[in-house]
């Protein structure tokens, strides 16, 4: 671990203690969508509410409908610091752990502290104001998370250099999305709602393009929904959550028939995106020195397509087909195991029912489906 990870795991690590105050996080694709708005609306309805919030540090960028949200709420001055010939403003941490508000207003989670500051990060002084037993309400684009960095440079060409630690949405009680489409966004830019005009036509054939932005929506609402998540699993009884679909896939070592199973699970998969699992059970009479080389190629095959369609390929020895298949289900907390369409005789149907109700059995006492597919 390098100095500059071992001082995030500190700040991290000191504000999982107990005593810790809230922490809200609103995030968005980008900017202009409507952050900064809705802190100082909430602001103002807790002010109404007669709860003693303060604003730490707002940044309107000069846009007329945000700032005239500053109106009667209550501001602590910024600190004014003499960095490179330049009188610039930072946020004042120890007037606002002075003053202890109940709740406070931090914009720019990722913003870089001027040289000389206590801290070289915001997100480091929100932590010491969390530490302090201060809510905090934050507000940080989707492209300042650490571990999706790459992914932004590929979508808009441009690396980040300012961001923050993924642990530390982690920390956060509550993370909202702050959403709007493409074409709404394009438009609030514009009508000069974002930038000033003079930057709006730069913006638009740089990073304001509708593939852009569009991919930008999707990692913002796909890190809210991770963030959902783990909220839910963390603070709701496992008896009480709504279970994640979870498929489980199960092939034999006829070719077409695993093809099929395969690929119609994986479809479902991506419709509910959904977990899934491809099963293989391998009877004694289907042990390396029993099966035809052709259907061990084909199996090999076959499970190899399934990884390349996302799945988990499992394979278990056993001597009863269904009883590997409970246990796997169980195991893996599936919600829906597919099939392929038995091509077996009536007489063989026969001998297997009791087989066959016993799976149906304890499938149905666990809440498990069973698809059969064609």
Not at 20 to 48: C, D, N
Not at 160 to 185: G, H, Q, S, Y
Not at 239 to 267: G, P, W, Y
Not at 334 to 359: A, D, E, W, Y
Request: charged letters at 25%.
């Amino acid at each position: 671990m390098d100095t500059k990870e071992a001082s995030v795991q500190h700040f991290l690590e000191l504000a999982n203690r107990s005593g810790r105050g809230k922490f809200k996080i609103y995030i968005g694709m980008s900017a202009g969508v409507g952050k900064t708005y809705r802190m100082l609306q909430e602001a103002h309805a807790m002010l109404r509410n007669g709860i003693n919030v303060q604003i730490g540090y707002i940044e309107t960028h000069g846009r007329t409908e945000t700032h005239a949200l500053l109106d009667g709420l209550p501001q602590i001055p910024r600190r004014q610091v003499f960095y490179k010939g330049k009188m610039l403003e930072e946020m004042d941490l120890s007037a606002i752990l002075l003053l202890a508000p109940d709740w406070v207003v931090v914009d720019e989670l990722a913003h870089t502290n001027i040289p000389g500051s206590k801290n070289e990060k915001r997100w480091q002084d929100v932590v010491d104001l969390l530490n302090a037993g201060i809510n905090v309400i934050s507000a940080v684009n989707i492209q300042h998370i650490e571990s999706i960095n790459l992914e932004v440079k590929s979508i808009t060409g441009v690396e980040v250099t300012e961001r923050i630690p993924d642990l530390l949405l982690k920390m956060a009680n509550e993370v909202v999305n702050i959403d709007l489409t493409a074409d709404e966004l394009i438009t609030r830019l514009k009508e000069g709602k974002i930038y000033d005009r003079s930057k709006v036509e730069n913006a638009l054939s740089n990073f304001f393009q509708a593939d852009k932005i569009l991919q930008l929506r999707e990692l913002a609402l796909k890190e809210v929904a991770t963030q959902v998540e783990r909220k839910v699993e963390t603070e709701i009884p496992r008896s009480l959550q709504m279970r994640h679909e979870t498929f489980l896939a199960c092939i034999s070592s006829n070719d077409e028939a695993a093809k099929k199973v395969i690929r119609k699970t994986a479809r479902l998969a991506t419709y509910y995106h959904a977990d899934w699992y491809v099963l293989y059970v391998q009877t004694p009479r289907e042990s390396a020195n029993k099966i035809a080389l052709a259907s061990q190629r084909h199996l090999i095959n076959n499970l190899k397509l399934a990884t390349e369609l996302g799945a988990e390929v499992l394979q278990v020895q056993h001597s009863s087909i269904s009883t590997a298949i409970i246990d796997t289900a169980l195991a893996k907390q599936v919600t829906t195991i597919c099939m392929g369409k038995p091509h077996i005789s009536l007489f063989r149907i026969i001998l297997r029912t009791n087989l066959f109700n016993q799976l149906l059995k304890t499938l149905s006492s666990n809440d498990i489906d069973i698809i059969i597919l064609s």
